[in-house]
């Protein structure tokens, strides 16, 4: 029984060994904000060039680099939530409110709507610069979208599935 409880315990505190996975997150947060700063100065540098169609594709690498930080955040936070510990005490409990919406099944589906976000923007960004880009690339570029848009639409269909007799939350 000593055993037992043992090896319960150690289960039950690996979870923290998890903590150096969302910090190391939190590290690479920061300097991809450092890289985004680098980026925006090198728009602003630009500006007076007068190149439209360089400032709308320099803004998507910016719109891309936002939605990337947000789906970074969104992992952190739920899963430290979900598997660690509960974020937050009771001040901050109004302000976390929408992370506890975040259970795996949805977080799984908020990572694939970013990824077809994110999918979306590089699409664009292409078709805005298609004269740089072979048929080939286009297409493949494409297919690889679909499958993403598939995916978390079938993503999607599973949690509803899973979801369905069960009493709303």
Do not use: C
Not at 75 to 87: P, R, T
Request: charged residues 15%; glycine residues 6%.
């Amino acid at each position: 029984m000593q055993l037992q409880k043992l090896i319960e315990q150690i289960i039950l505190y690996s979870r923290y060994i998890l903590v150096v996975f969302y910090v190391g997150l939190a590290v690479a947060l920061g300097i991809y904000a450092a890289f985004f700063v680098l980026k925006l100065v090198k728009l602003g540098s630009t500006f007076m060039d007068g190149n439209e169609s360089y400032v709308l594709v320099q803004m998507l690498n910016l719109i891309d680099a936002a939605l990337v930080a947000g789906l970074v955040v969104m992992v952190m936070l739920s899963s430290y939530d979900n598997f660690v510990a509960k974020l937050g005490g009771q001040s901050e409990a109004a302000e976390l409110g929408w992370l506890a919406k975040l259970d795996p099944g949805n977080l799984k589906i908020k990572v694939a709507s970013a990824i077809v976000a994110i999918s979306s923007v590089h699409l664009l960004q292409i078709f805005l610069n298609v004269a740089n880009h072979t048929e080939f690339e286009v297409k493949w570029k494409v297919i690889s979208h679909m499958v993403f848009i598939i995916s978390a639409v079938a993503l999607g269909v599973l949690d509803r599935i899973s979801d369905y007799g069960k009493p709303p939350k």
